[in-house]
């Protein structure tokens, strides 16, 4: 369910800061990770995210979300309840994908730590299968570290 904390996150900020069209676009992948993601919801974590997406959607579309709202059976008005709350911990990512690329051009994408230092990024990333080969067992010239981001080996 940490995506959902994400998305809540996401969609207060924008909204706190007028960017309505990219709150909405956020809206909108809510809604495609709910569906892509139903079966491995139990019955509460899917009531949990549905009604979620109810109360996200409340300011873009009033009397869709009030009527959603009414069919799940929940008290008088969505407008009436607390907009959903996020919790930080639940924010921070285990691991992000870190691009790979050699002479400008993506060769691999790592699963990193998010705090993973430039030496280890740069020792996983030359001794990657996809890599090496183009190497040739040379040193590279210059390593472009952006960290959490991209490595890029010039060659």
């Known amino acids: ?10 969609l207060t900020d924008e909204l706190a800061s007028y960017q309505f069209h990219t709150a909405i676009a956020g809206l909108m992948e809510y809604a495609n ?26 300011p873009f579309a009033p009397f869709l979300a009030e009527e959603l ?15 959903p709350a996020y919790d930080p911990a639940q924010i921070e990512a285990d691991t992000v994908t870190l691009i790979v690329q050699v002479n400008g051009k993506v060769r691999d994408r790592l699963e990193v730590a998010p705090d993973i230092a430039e030496e280890t990024a740069r020792t996983e990333a030359l001794a990657s299968p996809r ?3 183009l190497l040739a067992g040379k040193q590279p010239r210059r390593v472009i ?10 060659a």
């Open 1 to 10: 369910m940490r995506p959902m904390h994400r998305y809540v996150k996401r």
């Open 33 to 58: 990770w709910i569906s892509a993601n139903r079966e491995r919801f139990t019955s509460e974590q899917h009531s949990r995210a549905i009604e979620t997406l109810v109360l996200l959607l409340a």
């Open 69 to 83: 709202w009414e069919r799940l059976g929940k008290p008088y008005s969505v407008h009436q309840q607390a907009w």
């Open 131 to 133: 890599v090496a080969p």
């Open 145 to 154: 570290y952006v960290p959490g981001r991209l490595i890029n080996i010039v």
